[in-house]
């Protein structure tokens, strides 16, 4: 048994108590926490933390609410050598206020596939638009307004890498102050590529990128954008100089513009540049300690035509 004293004054007495002596996670409950709000009144959270798997756990927490009555709070976390993850789930099976039934979710998960390639999720939603503002405590997620749905597919490939990435959102509204949907990405090709061992000692670099944007209302369209480039570095131990040549190409097919506005728009817009810098040093005495001040004056230019 434990008893927590203040100034010779118990304040808190636990008849048992249990923690690790070797560092190591143990099953068990944790401090609780007591508050109020003016959506849910007061309210106490009774955190237990289940040890399942030295590479397992998860985080059991009933929140009994005056007002809105009692709700389930789990964080479940995973980890292997090839996968990760997180996962949490609010649950009120009825709220006293709405006599609806409410809950949130989200998840994230990691996934080395193998030869090159790994996956992940995002994936987070509640059941209604007023969910956070009326059953959170915490700032950072009552501000909460679009709530993301992404999963992305990459490859690494040595010298070049790619990504194939769909993303939505839902839109938590406010009857009286509505926002704006944000453009929906279905799908997103991102492809890039870096090869420094061309011959006479050149550089490639190239970036590129296909997006379907989609939209319940407004105009929608389809993006292609190209940025191949080619640099030759030149460096000796005083100076370097870095002549680059590129070319950024753009295009646009959209759909449901208004008349007389193209449904297709295209641009071409070559770019160079040069980038050169000095480095100068001397060695000095600085209050009888011998110092090396170095200078390095550098000039970039670069030219995209108007």
Do not use: C
């Amino acid at each position: 048994k434990a008893t927590l004293m203040f100034k010779d004054t118990p304040i808190r007495y636990a008849p048992w108590i249990g923690f690790s002596l070797n560092n190591q996670r143990t099953s068990g409950l944790l401090a609780p926490t007591f508050g109020s709000t003016s959506n849910s009144g007061m309210e106490l959270t009774v955190p237990w933390y289940w040890n399942i798997a030295p590479n397992m756990d998860a985080t059991i927490s009933p929140r009994v609410m005056a007002r809105r009555g009692l709700q389930l709070n789990t964080e479940f976390r995973y980890l292997q050598s090839s996968y990760n993850g997180i996962a949490r789930v609010e649950y009120l099976p009825k709220d006293n206020i709405t006599g609806e039934r409410r809950d949130a979710y989200s998840l994230q998960h990691y996934q080395d596939l193998g030869h090159g390639f790994s996956g992940s999720i995002n994936v987070n939603g509640a059941s209604d638009n007023t969910y956070f503002t009326d059953l959170s405590s915490r700032l950072s997620v009552v501000s909460q307004t679009n709530l993301l749905r992404q999963g992305t597919l990459s490859y690494g490939g040595g010298w070049w890498n790619a990504s194939l990435t769909a993303q939505r959102y839902q839109t938590l509204q406010d009857p009286a102050a509505p926002v704006a949907v944000p453009y929906y990405r279905l799908p997103q090709l991102l492809v890039s590529a870096a090869r420094p061992d061309l011959p006479l000692g050149m550089n490639f670099n190239f970036t590129g990128e296909y997006v379907n944007f989609s939209h319940p209302t407004d105009v929608t369209g389809k993006r292609l954008l190209l940025y191949p480039q080619l640099s030759l570095p030149l460096q000796t131990a005083a100076f370097f100089v870095t002549p680059k040549v590129g070319a950024h190409l753009t295009r646009y097919n959209l759909s449901q513009q208004a008349t007389g506005v193209p449904d297709q728009i295209s641009r071409s817009l070559p770019m160079a540049s040069v980038d050169a810098g000095m480095v100068l040093e001397r060695s000095v005495d600085w209050f009888d300690h011998a110092v090396t001040q170095t200078l390095e004056p550098r000039l970039f230019y670069l030219y995209v035509p108007s």
